[in-house]
């Protein structure tokens, strides 16, 4: 098991682009949650999927939005792109009867200029 | 609101000398606790939470709900504990974690 992948590793986009980030969960986990990592930041809690639903989300605008597919998998997507997105954005998936035991991706850098 | 607050950016402690990181949280209810430990090039992992009560790797963490603390202590840090360690948080009815600002832990030999 590979655990939690991410792609792309990295990506460079220009203000006001739209971007798609994907992330596979750890075999057999059924709720991805995604976070932003600003540098020298802990990560910020984005939003959480589970039954292909959002079931929590935090303080981020609506130009982030995102999607789950019913193998699990799922996507953060970011419209309009600002350079206060620049960051390493991380999925992380779990079990969602077992609760708050998260198991984290390698993350993907998003550079905007 | 939930908040999770390390005050300490960098530790740097000799090979076989005690470790302590800081960790206090703000939540009204009851939380559950973690360590996350990020080594040099590797992704984020989960060190220990305090329900389970277990020693990771030689740490320990006691949550302190008076002084609403959970502090990672390692009475004889090696090498390999040079990492970056965050702390974290979620609510009694949430999933969502709430993280510190981390703590870049240098073990000198």
């Known amino acids: 098991d590979a655990g939690v992948t991410q792609s792309p590793t990295h990506l460079i986009k220009t203000r006001g682009q739209q971007v798609t980030l994907r992330c596979s969960p750890k075999?057999?986990?059924?709720?991805v949650s995604w976070y932003q990592q600003a540098l020298g930041q802990g990560p910020q809690f984005i939003f959480q999927?589970?039954?292909?639903?959002?079931?929590q989300r935090g303080n981020f605008p609506d130009r982030f939005s995102g999607h789950q597919f019913p193998n699990y998998s799922s996507e953060l997507n970011v419209n309009a792109l600002l350079l206060g997105d620049s960051a390493l954005y991380l999925c992380?998936?779990?079990?969602?009867?077992?609760?708050?035991?998260?198991?984290f991706g390698p993350g993907t850098r998003l550079t905007v200029l | 609101a939930q908040r999770v607050t390390q005050p300490e950016k960098l530790l740097s402690v000799f090979k076989g000398a005690p470790v302590e990181l800081k960790c206090n949280y703000s939540?009204?209810?009851?939380?559950?606790l973690f360590w996350y430990v990020q080594y040099s090039r590797q992704r984020l992992q989960l060190l220990l939470r305090?329900?389970s009560r277990e020693s990771i790797k030689g740490f320990t963490a006691d949550l302190n709900k008076g002084e609403t603390s959970f502090h990672l202590k390692k009475p004889f840090a090696q090498e390999e504990d040079s990492a970056m360690y965050y702390c974290?948080?979620?609510?009694?009815?949430?999933?969502?974690?709430?993280f510190g600002a981390g703590t870049t832990v240098t073990v000198r030999a």
């Open positions: 305090h329900i």
């Open positions: 974290a948080l979620s609510g009694s009815n949430d999933y969502k974690l709430s």
């Open positions: 075999s057999g986990h059924d709720t």
């Open positions: 999927y589970y039954e292909e639903e959002e079931r």
């Open positions: 939540y009204s209810g009851s939380p559950e």
């Open positions: 992380a998936s779990s079990l969602w009867v077992s609760g708050n035991e998260q198991f």
